[in-house]
C-alpha cells in the first residue's frame, strides 16, 4: 500500500487511504483524536483498510 501523509485540517486530520480495486481508488479517514470516521467506495472487504 502506497504510505500517504496525513494533512491537517482545524482539529481534523484527514488520511487518504489507497485501496486494491480494479481501478485505482482511495478512500479517506477523517479523525479527531476522540473519533475517527473512514469513507470508502468499496462494494467488498479491504483488509489494508484497517490496518
Not at 496525513?6 to 481501478?23: D, E, H, N, W
Amino acid at each position: 500500500m502506497l504510505a500517504v501523509k496525513p494533512r491537517g485540517l482545524g482539529c481534523v486530520k484527514i488520511t487518504a487511504l489507497p485501496a486494491s480495486r480494479t481501478v485505482p481508488t482511495i478512500g479517506q479517514r477523517i479523525d479527531s483524536g476522540a473519533a475517527s470516521l473512514a469513507l470508502t467506495g468499496d462494494t467488498g472487504p479491504d483488509d489494508d483498510l484497517w490496518r
